[in-house]
């Protein structure tokens, strides 16, 4: 099945303990991409990448950090969290940035 | 700075009635624009737009894009409960580096 894979699906955490969300992908897409969701905000865009080894900063990548090593995976780090972090995390793929995006399921993380 | 703005924020309408949603933007070298629905999980796509005046249909959704005036539309007939989500637009654009940016969404409910 076709599809991206996110984990995990809840965190709570303290501030300043790294964290890695993973994602993956199983349909060879070139487009990667991670986003958070908050109340009034919208989604935004943290990080994307066109493809391997080739990521950029999207419109809040602050206190983030990407790394594309193979085509299917797209983790997102959080060196030191803070409670401004807390949010929900979607991380989506696509096989070029305009086509349509799939999305995981979402990362709730809280950040104490 | 793209930007990607959605009206109105919420609506409340009974089954059956007719919705239009809105999307404009204002993006560095416009390339697609794309809409999505989100129920209580991960955002679903519902249309791809890249060229003026062609009308996307499914169902009873439909939308169409005036790259001219940088707005896009979101019709849906015959409303029922199931419709009820938020319909997040989003810009892809292509200036060197391809990102997305989405707009706050519209939260539709429908009353049965």
């Known amino acids: 099945e076709a599809q991206v894979t996110q984990n995990p699906r809840y965190l709570i955490t303290v501030t300043g303990k790294k964290l890695t969300v993973t994602c993956s992908q199983n349909m060879n897409h070139e487009y990667m991409s991670w986003y958070r969701q908050d109340p009034g905000l919208g989604l935004r865009q943290i990080y994307y990448s066109m493809n391997v080894e080739v990521t950029d900063k999207g419109d809040v990548p602050e206190g983030y950090k990407v790394s594309r090593k193979e085509k299917r995976n797209f983790p997102l780090i959080l060196e030191s969290p803070s409670p401004n972090q807390t949010s929900l995390y979607f991380c989506?793929?696509?096989?070029?940035?305009?086509?349509?995006?799939?999305f995981g399921p979402g990362t709730r993380l809280t950040v104490l | 700075e793209d930007k990607v703005v959605q009206s109105p924020l919420s609506l409340v309408v009974h089954e059956g009635d007719t919705v239009t949603l809105n999307c404009s933007y204002e993006v560095t070298n416009f390339r697609s624009l794309l809409w999505y629905k989100q129920e209580k999980k991960a955002p679903t796509f519902l249309f791809m737009l890249t060229s003026s005046g062609i009308e996307k249909k499914s169902g009873r959704l439909s939308s169409i894009l005036d790259k001219k005036e940088l707005f896009s539309i979101l019709n849906i007939t015959a409303t029922q409960t199931g419709d009820s989500a938020i319909y997040l637009c989003?810009?892809?654009?292509?200036?060197?580096?391809?990102?997305?940016?989405f707009g706050t969404g519209t939260r539709l409910t429908i009353i049965p």
């Open positions: 989003a810009v892809v654009s292509n200036f060197g580096n391809e990102k997305l940016t």
């Open positions: 989506a793929s696509s096989l070029k940035v305009y086509n349509e995006q799939f």
